[in-house]
């Protein structure tokens, strides 16, 4: 009967018949004692593992006996399990920097050995489990560990095929800066499920990715072009040996270069900005609490936090006169968010007059904030929930761009009942843009011949604001 190990790794018993050894706290300034000291470590080490793999009633287990010049320790003889440690000098003491494990059919109880031994060293950079025939099961282990161990920046799989194509659960909510996924059989569908855990511009730490000797054909490097578009962390991609013709390479060069942003470009670029708006104001708002003893005080920061005004429902009414009304382009933006609410009520019109323009190399629909001026624009009334206004203040890029408030909105359908809506308009602009033609009702493919083009790129200076 195995006795559980303690913390670090070994049990009491073990502990007490090991040698106690005080070379980690002074290596002296022999080379050859270094090392006998290094060896010392690593037999520790070892046993502490091996002692951990007992209590997992693991079959196989590793054997490390070797050192080399790099400072790395392997076992090269008939044992099944080939592993090896590598160290670095941390406040002059060794301490364990990489594991490397070759083998072919890791059990699936020595990842969870491995998961309880690693929790002591704390300096881990580097984790290789090179051709040993993982499962899914073995990856989601090692998702486990690199989520309690977010001191692993490397970590190597090659020669690790799945059926499942799973490989992309290694890049959700990691720190890692290098993965090596070479020889892992990845085709079109694993490397779509790559490209979308990568396709973020921030919040991913990856710098080399590694896809050598894979499937992915032309068909694939479609998926990895769309996300070399939105990600700009990565700075080196290998994708040697996958069968790539002269057309897939052409195609990889495109998101290289200067390119027009498309539709999901400016989706996400927006979101980002909004994102980092959001946390800013969280942020600022979490100091005031912070700083606050007041209970009171604490209640109105938190009310005033919300972004527009809601009835008792927590709904919103908000006044669309432009690509967010039916049949228009961003009309999709109110079903964007899979949890959101959203509900047209009317057709509407603003209460007062104001000019209408298309404006800009983009083609953008703006209301000036110039009342009394222009038409009484017509437009579409909608109910939303907080989720979609939140989708429609980054398409809008408020308050950046356009600006929204409350205004007095009349319904067409018949009742012609006044009520208040919020409404994006552009409040600071060159007195020239009212010489420009006024619009009643705004359609991207009316016969003014200015249709919409998507860009996030349009800003306050496209108005001549000066």
């Keep these: 009967m195995s006795t559980a190990p303690t913390k670090h790794g ?10 106690k050894t005080k070379i980690r706290k002074s290596l002296g300034p022999s080379p050859y004692k270094a090392t006998i000291n290094i060896m010392v470590y690593m037999n520790d080490i070892y046993a ?26 392997t076992h090269l003889d008939d044992n099944p399990y ?4 590598g160290f670095k000098k941390i406040d002059e003491l060794n301490e364990l920097d990489k594991i490397f494990i070759k083998n072919n059919g890791i059990e699936n109880k020595m990842m969870f050995a491995l998961k309880y031994w690693m929790e002591p060293y704390k300096f881990i950079s580097t984790l290789k489990f090179e051709n040993c025939n993982m499962t899914l099961d073995h990856i989601d282990s090692l998702v486990d560990i690199l989520k309690t161990h977010d001191t692993i920046k490397e970590l190597s799989l090659n020669g690790n095929p799945l059926e499942e194509q799973n490989h992309f659960l290694v890049l959700r909510d990691t720190q890692l800066f290098s993965v090596s996924l070479k020889l892992c059989g990845i085709n079109t569908v694993g490397v779509e499920r790559i490209a979308k ?25 479609l998926y990895v072009a769309d996300f070399l578009r939105i990600n700009r962390n990565l700075l080196s991609l290998n994708l040697a040996d996958n069968k790539l013709r002269s057309k897939a390479c052409a195609i990889l060069t495109q998101p290289l270069q200067k390119f027009q942003l498309g539709h999901n470009d400016v989706l996400m670029r927006r979101k980002i900005k909004f994102d ?8 600022a708002a979490n100091q005031d609490i912070e700083r606050s003893s007041s209970k009171t005080i604490k209640k109105t920061v938190r009310a005033t936090g919300t972004n527009g005004q809601m009835d008792s429902r927590g709904k919103h009414t908000v006044f669309v006169y432009g690509t967010l009304k039916k049949e228009e382009p961003n009309h999709s933006w ?34 000036l904030e110039s009342p009394g001026i222009g038409t009484n624009v017509i437009g579409e009334l909608y ?3 907080d989720k979609v206004m939140a989708d429609l203040d980054i398409l809008e890029d408020h308050p950046n761009f356009y600006r929204r408030k409350l205004y007095d909105v009349l319904t067409l359908n018949g009742q012609n009942t006044t009520s208040k809506a919020w409404i994006y308009m552009i409040e600071t602009f060159n007195p020239d843009l009212l ?19 998507e860009s996030e790129n349009s800003t306050l200076d496209d108005l001549n604001l000066g």
């Design 10 to 19: 070994s049990s009491s018993a073990d502990r007490e018949s090991t040698p």
């Design 48 to 73: 502490a593992l091996r002692k951990t793999c007992e209590f997992y009633k693991c079959t196989k287990m590793p054997s490390p006996v070797n050192i080399d010049d790099d400072k790395k320790y």
């Design 82 to 85: 080939k592993i090896q440690f």
């Design 197 to 221: 855990e990568l396709s973020t511009p921030t919040g991913n730490s990856l710098l080399h990715l590694n896809l050598a000797s894979n499937s992915i054909f032309d068909e694939g490097v």
């Design 276 to 283: 980092l708006q959001k946390q800013n104001i969280e942020r």
């Design 334 to 367: 109110f079903s964007k968010n899979a949890g959101g609410f959203y509900k047209y009520l009317a057709d509407a019109k603003t209460k007062e007059k104001y000019p209408l323009i298309i404006a800009t190399k983009y083609n953008i629909p703006f209301i």
């Design 383 to 385: 109910e939303v929930d």
């Design 435 to 453: 010489n420009e033609t006024f619009f009643e009702n705004y359609s991207s493919l009316g016969n003014h011949g200015k249709k919409y083009v």
